[in-house]
């Protein structure tokens, strides 16, 4: 939601509020058995102002922080993941080349198979390295989960179609599937127009982390939830509702209280006055006394 579309809503909610307390101004001159059914009026046309107007907008708060963030120009980390269908390292180059890319980084292939047992699990294990020498670190588990990181710039296609070949002609394990994770530094300023490109690419995009992202995320955990904020419109509209029918009292008090504090303010300034004048006279016998 953009600025102006938040702007709009906000007037819009206003507006509710001073129909509701004119409404309520006019509750005088309507059946006092109609009263309850104004303030309930209030309190529901608070509750769906705030429902349509206010909670959309709060909703984009964590966003409003997000972005205030971006001004620092700190970097985002995109993570995603893609198929090995394709060629990898083109999708790498084509990456490198979107304006507010910082580098990608190659955060390992990921395959699943076929079952295999233990003793299948501790020979790929200690056979993986002999494989190919790019393998750098692994996760191998039994269920057909098998994790490899491999050398910066290294093929990743290659790696994978290394790994499945060996697999099955040394153990007949199928890789049913394989992924290619990747990590992307990107502007944080230009992280929403990266997330665009990926999305219109159908690339999967796993998380997004960094100071933006944090400072988004932050803000979620420590807001209420809309449905409190909705709540609390709702009492704002009875309140309003209940200000305009007990408005000409509410200022004939606010008068009264006003005219109270200036008499409180006149005595206390007469008291004060009267204290000062006792102080100097005090000190004048104590120094006519001293002489």
């Known amino acids: 939601m953009d600025i102006i579309t938040s702007i709009i809503y906000i007037v ?38 705030g429902g349509f107007f206010i909670a959309p907008v709060y909703n984009e708060l964590p966003y409003v922080v997000g972005s205030a963030q ?46 295999f047992s233990n003793e299948r699990k501790k020979i790929i294990e200690e056979k993986i390295p002999i494989v190919d020498e790019n393998f750098k670190s692994w996760y191998v588990d039994s269920a057909g989960v098998i994790n490899i990181n491999i050398t910066e710039g290294y093929d990743p296609n ?9 697999l099955v002609y040394t153990a007949d394990i199928q890789t049913k599937y394989s992924l290619v994770k ?33 400072a988004v995320n932050s ?9 409190v904020i909705v709540f609390f419109m709702g009492i704002l509209g009875l309140m309003v509702t209940l200000f305009g029918i007990y408005f000409d009292e509410t200022i004939k008090f606010l008068k ?14 007469e008291k004060i006055k009267e204290w ?16």
Do not use: C, H
């Not at 309507?30 to 608070?46: P, W, Y």
């Not at 009264?256 to 300034?269: A, D, G, Y």
């Open 12 to 49: 819009l909610f206003v507006v509710l509020l001073i129909f509701i307390f004119s409404m309520g101004l006019l509750t005088p001159m309507i059946d006092r058995k109609g009263f309850l059914s104004v303030v309930a009026t209030g309190f529901i046309v608070g509750l769906v102002g």
């Open 219 to 227: 803000t979620k955990n420590n807001m209420p939830d809309s449905i």
């Open 70 to 115: 971006q001004i620092l120009g700190d970097s985002e980390a995109v993570y995603i993941e893609t198929s090995t269908y394709i060629n990898v390292t083109d999708l790498i180059k084509q990456i490198k080349e979107v304006d507010g890319v910082i580098s990608v980084e190659n955060e390992g292939i990921f395959l699943v198979t076929t079952n």
């Open 158 to 166: 290659d790696a994978i179609k290394t790994l499945s070949d060996w």
């Open 182 to 214: 990747l990590k992307i530094n990107v502007e944080s300023n230009k992280v929403n127009d990266f997330l665009s490109y990926l999305e219109s690419k159908e690339i999967v995009i796993s998380s997004v982390e960094g100071p933006v992202q944090g």
């Open 256 to 269: 009264e209280l006003k005219e109270n504090l200036k008499i409180k303010i006149k005595e206390l300034k």
């Open 276 to 291: 000062l004048e006792e102080l100097r006279e005090n000190l004048m016998e104590i120094i006519e006394k001293s002489k």
